[in-house]
């Protein structure tokens, strides 16, 4: 089977599971212009899943041939989702010819659950790939398009304890000034996670920002941390 006939079959079996009334809310929730079927995340996993083991990628390349056709030419977005459940693969998990197809996935996509559904691919490339990925995410923080910002900030979020830090210092420090609900939201949500693993780091952090943290960020980041000694 090649590309086209796994594409084909996915999008046969998430139309085959489509629910119009769920679809209708969903498309709603999430203020998007592209149709929806219905059908739950996870449905869609199992989905991709099923198919993919059917008929493995016999390479990277066809794999990232796949993901980025599917998503291009994406009618509903579960087709999106499906394209991004696709590189979950132990294939690419750590393959740096992944990171433009994350990065065109992330401007074209250019909304929330699409931007965050390769948040954690990111962030592996980074565990593995420090020197290349650190300075593209330096970069990405400056970006023009806010949702590649988006991305720079929330790239660590899985990290816990190797948590570059300096890293999470810079790329929200750029962005301290910016209005945008969407990164002064990751921008919160980065320090809240990171500070499941060292609430005094993500405290000083705060503290020594006090002026330039928008309220939602500093709520954010504070929420549910451990009381003091």
Known sequence: ???SDLIAAIRARLTASAD??????????LKSAMPQLGVRVPEVRRIVKAEVAAAPFASGDELRSAVLELFRAATYREERYAAIDL????LVRT???????YEEIIRTGAWWDLVDGVEDRLGRLLQTHRDVLTPVLLRW????DF??????????LSARKDTDVALLSQ???ANLADREFFIRKAIGWALREYGKTDPAWVRQFVAAREAALSPLSRREALRNLPAED
């Open 1 to 3: 089977m090649g590309n």
């Open 20 to 29: 119009p009334v769920r679809a209708a809310g969903a498309q709603a929730y």
């Open 87 to 90: 590189t979950a693969s132990k």
């Open 95 to 101: 393959d740096l010819a992944m990171l433009p197809v």
């Open 141 to 144: 923080s400056t970006d023009q």
């Open 147 to 156: 949702w590649i910002r988006r991305a720079s900030i929330t790239v660590q």
């Open 171 to 173: 790329v929200i420090e």
